[in-house]
Structures are given as structure tokens and as C-alpha cells.
């Protein structure tokens, strides 16, 4: 079955601590953090003191955190220290020293994960299959939440997959943006593992539908 990650950047963060356990009572298997700094993406959202936070109020939950930021290996031990469970960075902030930042962060204690935005080729990420816990695949412009999903996406999470049979390995592929009732089936049948919703979630009439439609096989 395929898991969600619930992407608070969505929530009321004035009951952000509310609204995430609600998502979890719906059905979602783990939140999605999302940390821009205002530089490697024209936004800014919040950093580890907010994560700790909410790991306090959530202690039980899987924190997928995703670092949308220039400096990825500078802050890994602050948020595996705040409550990070998985910590995903970019491949395009840190062309030239992705294995740094992989060992930082494993050093921190968290499991990899790596992300590419909709224009990276998707043969990018190629040789970090096997050594990664995860693929991120961004199915909008990273930055802002509430985008509109790019219809080439399922053809990249296809291409990632089949790389990954062939390599025989057993990294995650991840989808985030756009991500509804419509596009989420989509990735689905194209290999992806973990689904990122956001709007989708916090905005719907019946969240629980929402997240029984993202979970099917």
C-alpha cells in the first residue's frame, strides 16, 4: 500500500499541533516538513525550533523532513535533533558534494533522502539508487504549496522505477506536489512508493476519503 505523508505547510499554523494529529487520525502515516530558507527556494517557512515543537506535542510520529535549503549538511544534526526521522535535501543545492551531505546526515542519525526539482533530468539521481533510503521526485516548482501538478511527472517516477528493478535495490520513490485524488493514482500506477498531500488534505470536505484514494494499490 502506498503511504502518505501529510504536508503541514498546508495547515492553520496557529493549531498546527491540532491540525497534524487530525491528519493522523484520518489516516495519514507520517507528516512532511517543509524548510525553505528563502535563498535555494523565494520562500521561507520555519526551522528546527518549530519541528521540535511539534515532535514534543507528536512524539509517536514519522517526521519527513524535507530541506529545501542551500546549506543542507550545515543543519542536519539540528533538525535530527529536533525530531527528524527521514531528512531529504537537493541534489541541485549541492551538486558537487551530495555524499557529504549524505554522510551528515546519517551521521546525525536519520535515514537519506534526495530530491529533484521537475527540470533535473531525471538521470541525475541514478547513482544514488541503493544508497539513498529515498527519492523525492517534485511534481511542481519547489517553493510553494497549493501548485498544480506537472503531467510528466508519472513518466519520470516510471523512469526512476524501472531503474531501480534493474538495479535491484530497494530505495523509496517519493512524489510531492499537486498531489489529490486525480494525480495521486497517477504516481501510483507509475511506481511511487510515498505520496506528499497537502491542500488536498487539509482543505477536502472529507479528508478520510481523501487519504483511502491516496492509499490504494
Same mark, same amino acid.
Given at each position: 500500500?502506498?503511504?502518505? &505523508?501529510?504536508?503541514?505547510?498546508?495547515?492553520?499554523?496557529?493549531?498546527?499541533?491540532?491540525?497534524?494529529?487530525? &491528519?493522523? #487520525?484520518?489516516?495519514?502515516?507520517? @507528516?512532511?516538513?517543509?524548510?525553505?530558507?528563502?535563498?535555494?527556494?523565494?520562500?521561507?517557512? %520555519?526551522?528546527?525550533?518549530?519541528?521540535?515543537?511539534?515532535?514534543?506535542?507528536?512524539?509517536?510520529? %514519522?517526521?519527513? @523532513?524535507?530541506?529545501?535549503?542551500?546549506?543542507?549538511?550545515? %543543519?542536519?544534526?539540528?533538525?535530527?535533533?529536533?525530531?527528524?526521522?527521514?531528512?531529504?535535501?537537493?541534489?541541485?543545492? $549541492?551538486?558537487?558534494?551530495?555524499?557529504? #551531505?549524505?554522510? !551528515?546526515?546519517?551521521?546525525?542519525?536519520?535515514?537519506?533522502?534526495?530530491?529533484?526539482?521537475?527540470?533535473?533530468?531525471?538521470?541525475? #539521481?541514478?547513482? %544514488?539508487?541503493?544508497?539513498?533510503?529515498?527519492?523525492? @521526485?517534485?511534481? #511542481?516548482?519547489?517553493?510553494?504549496?497549493?501548485?498544480?501538478?506537472?503531467?510528466?511527472?508519472?513518466?519520470?517516477?516510471?523512469?526512476?522505477?524501472?531503474?531501480?528493478?534493474?538495479?535491484?535495490?530497494?530505495?523509496?520513490?517519493? @512524489?510531492?506536489?499537486?498531489?489529490?485524488?486525480?494525480?495521486?493514482? *497517477?504516481?501510483?500506477?507509475?511506481?511511487?512508493?510515498?505520496? $506528499? !498531500?497537502? &491542500?488536498?488534505?487539509?482543505?477536502?470536505?472529507?479528508?478520510?476519503?481523501?487519504?483511502?484514494? *491516496?492509499?490504494?494499490?
Amino acid at each position: 500500500m502506498t503511504e502518505l &505523508s501529510v504536508s503541514i505547510l498546508s495547515a492553520d499554523l496557529a493549531n498546527l499541533a491540532a491540525e497534524t494529529a487530525d &491528519s493522523m #487520525v484520518c489516516g495519514a502515516d507520517m @507528516v512532511h516538513f517543509d524548510v525553505m530558507d528563502g535563498h535555494f527556494v523565494p520562500n521561507i517557512t %520555519y526551522g528546527a525550533p518549530v519541528l521540535k515543537c511539534l515532535h514534543a506535542a507528536l512524539p509517536e510520529v %514519522y517526521y519527513d @523532513v524535507h530541506l529545501m535549503i542551500s546549506d543542507p549538511a550545515r %543543519y542536519a544534526a539540528d533538525f535530527a535533533r529536533a525530531g527528524a526521522s527521514l531528512i531529504t535535501f537537493h541534489l541541485e543545492a $549541492v551538486p558537487d558534494t551530495a555524499e557529504e #551531505v549524505i554522510a !551528515a546526515i546519517r551521521a546525525a542519525g536519520c535515514q537519506v533522502g534526495i530530491s529533484i526539482r521537475p527540470g533535473t533530468p531525471v538521470e541525475a #539521481v541514478f547513482p %544514488y539508487l541503493g544508497v539513498v533510503d529515498l527519492i523525492l @521526485v517534485m511534481s #511542481v516548482e519547489p517553493g510553494f504549496g497549493g501548485q498544480k501538478f506537472i503531467p510528466t511527472t508519472p513518466t519520470r517516477i516510471a523512469a526512476i522505477c524501472a531503474e531501480r528493478t534493474r538495479r535491484g535495490c530497494d530505495t523509496l520513490i517519493e @512524489v510531492d506536489g499537486g498531489i489529490n485524488t486525480e494525480t495521486g493514482p *497517477l504516481c501510483i500506477a507509475a511506481g511511487a512508493d510515498w505520496l $506528499v !498531500a497537502g &491542500s488536498s488534505l487539509f482543505h477536502a470536505m472529507d479528508p478520510a476519503a481523501v487519504v483511502n484514494v *491516496l492509499h490504494s494499490k
